[in-house]
């Protein structure tokens, strides 16, 4: 159930003033969005659970500074792309810390990636989602989110091209480059 707009204005204004039936609203409307926004590119179910509740705390710090420039939904996305890179970024860094560590134990032991399969793929088509999803890992970040959001999320181009501060051009850019860089990936594995 998408909220319209004169109620979102609503909402928006409740959610300022610290309604709690208003945040859980919120919840129940945006969980699934923020959920199917982070899982392509965190690529861990427990993983994109936590980073969904952390997208749910900073919308709850940061509500009263919303200047409703852009729509509620819009600036929901934002949030999300942005905790999920930031989530990547702070694995990166403890998988690095966790090798120069090894080097110091005699076990060898550093933190494997799991595996990726989205919940929502078919049995018989698992192996080709994880073949897709990790070429999707391999596109550098602006041509990956601008994917997810068009392919995974099924969104317009000028929502993109609001959520990514874009020009709708842009945005057909780098989906088009993403596609022909998705192509040479895979046939490479």
Do not use: C
């Amino acid at each position: 159930m998408q909220i319209k707009n004169l109620e979102e204005k609503k909402l928006i204004k409740e959610l300022k003033s610290d309604n709690e039936s208003a945040f859980k609203l919120l919840v129940e409307n945006y969980k699934d969005q923020i959920f199917n926004t982070i899982i392509p590119i965190i690529q861990n179910v427990d993983d994109a659970d936590d980073v969904t509740q952390e997208v749910f705390i900073q919308i709850y710090k940061s509500i009263k500074k919303f200047k409703e420039k852009s729509s509620l939904s819009t600036w929901i996305y934002k949030i999300s792309i942005s905790k999920a890179y930031e989530y990547i970024r702070y694995n990166k860094r403890i998988k690095r810390f966790s090798i120069l560590i090894s080097m110091f134990r005699n076990d060898n032991t550093i933190r494997e990636i799991p595996d990726f399969i989205h919940p929502g793929v078919e049995l018989e088509q698992k192996e080709n989602s994880k073949i897709l999803f990790s070429a999707i890992n391999k596109l550098n970040h602006q041509q990956k989110t601008a994917y997810i959001l068009k392919n995974v999320q099924g969104l317009s181009y000028k929502k993109i091209s609001d959520i990514m501060n874009k020009s709708i051009s842009s945005i057909e850019s780098l989906i088009y480059r993403a596609k022909q860089n998705l192509k040479t990936i895979i046939k490479k594995i």
